[in-house]
């Protein structure tokens, strides 16, 4: 592709030469697994974020996992509600904790979770409510989180693909990270961190983190005191997460300035609509919903602009998440919205030419 949907490699030229020297000192310590590599991130990724405390995990999912365990949502008796717009990882990260996934509609706008519809679905069987903060847009939080403070649930937060857009523990007890390498803030591979502000949540989430186990030497530290599973994360991974999150906050700007400049091009252009976005949004996807969309996206392919489709099936709609008895026709907003979204190519150090370009070739192809 002559301009890809995403590209890592400036990112990690720009920071080679912090991460060539945290993997120097591992491969001279030769310790691998929760070692002072991770310590350091974690204080440094509560610090960045402004939350209390930081647990690294090994993937978004298992940061999910992870807080709905410790919340106590392990059977599939209890249902947690979540957006049908998003990730399947959310809805299998449910599924992986014991739980049953049912999910809400969304703002046709925004595509963020629909706050009433989430609080309309709340039944005898919700355990907890799953708003996914996506795009890097935060969903209406607030409202949210009173819905779940009056109906006594948990609340757990995705916040997967919105590193920094605001202080989400404000609201709640469990924030879930994904470093999958195309976030912004990615690592080599997979990783994640849960984000709280209460010590006793953080000490019982490294616990699950870790098997379960106690901490203190032996033989405590080999006996599984609660179920937990293995989510730690790798100390070679926190080598690059430690170069890469001093720049987070610059490069998020970036993201904005790019995607401010597919707003001035594409705002109110024929056969498209660009999404509504707050000040806050991290732009982590700059989303459109478009006409004609598979022709649209086979156009740009053949010029070479590549584009993705963040989410082509709403989650209700996935074999695996059948238990929530939500056929098609039951989600209007998510199914049209599936039909039409196009995400097309964002990335920090993408050039300002090369998003122009991009609008440019939209424009050309509603033209004609
Ligand atoms: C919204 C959302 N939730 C959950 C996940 C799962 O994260 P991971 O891929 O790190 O397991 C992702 C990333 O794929 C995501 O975008």
Redesign the pocket.
């Known amino acids: 592709m002559r301009i890809p949907i995403v590209n890592l490699k400036p990112s990690l030229a720009e920071t080679r030469v912090e991460w060539e020297r945290n993997l120097a000192g591992l491969m001279e310590r030769g310790f691998f697994i929760l070692g002072p590599e991770l310590a350091r991130f974690e204080e440094e990724l509560a610090r960045t974020l402004c939350a209390g405390f930081a647990i690294g995990v090994s ?6 996992e992870v807080c709905l365990r410790d919340a106590g949502i392990t059977e599939g008796k209890q249902e947690v509600i979540t957006s049908a717009m ?2 399947p ?2 809805g299998v ?1 449910i599924a992986a904790a014991g739980a049953t996934p049912r999910f809400a509609d969304i703002d046709p706008e925004t595509l963020q979770v629909d706050a009433n519809d989430l609080g309309n679905r709340i039944g005898k069987k919700t355990a907890a409510l799953l708003p ?3 795009y890097g847009q935060p969903c209406d939080i607030g409202r949210i989180a009173r819905i779940a403070k009056a109906s006594r649930l948990k609340l757990i937060q ?1 916040a ?2 919105s590193h920094g857009a605001m202080p989400f523990t404000k609201y709640g007890d469990y924030v ?1 990270l ?3 390498p195309t ?1 912004n803030l990615g690592c080599l591979g ?3 961190a849960i984000l709280t502000d209460k010590p006793a949540v953080a000490k019982r989430l490294r616990q699950i983190r870790d098997g379960g186990r106690g901490s203190g030497g032996l033989p405590r530290n080999q006996i599984a005191f609660v179920k937990g599973i293995n989510a730690r994360l790798d100390e070679l991974q926190c080598c690059y997460l430690n170069a890469f999150l001093p720049q987070l906050h610059r490069w998020n700007a970036q993201r904005r300035q790019l995607a401010r400049v597919y707003d001035e091009m594409l705002g109110g252009a024929k056969g498209i609509q660009v999404l509504r976005r707050s000040p806050e949004s991290v732009c982590h996807l700059y989303v459109i919903r478009a006409e004609r969309r598979d022709k649209l996206r086979d156009y740009l392919t053949k010029l070479g602009i590549g584009t993705g489709i ?1 989410y082509p099936v709403p989650l209700h709609l996935h074999p695996a998440f059948a238990a929530a008895k939500q056929k098609k026709g039951d989600l209007p907003h998510a199914e049209k919205a599936a039909r039409e979204i196009l995400s097309l190519p964002l990335w920090p150090q993408l050039p300002e030419q090369q998003v122009r370009e991009v609008a440019e070739a939209v424009l050309r192809f509603y033209d004609s």
């Open positions: 993937s978004g999912s298992t940061a999910i998003t990730a990882f959310t990260s996914v903060h996506l995705d997967c693909q879930a994904s470093f999958y976030k997979d990783g994640g963040h």
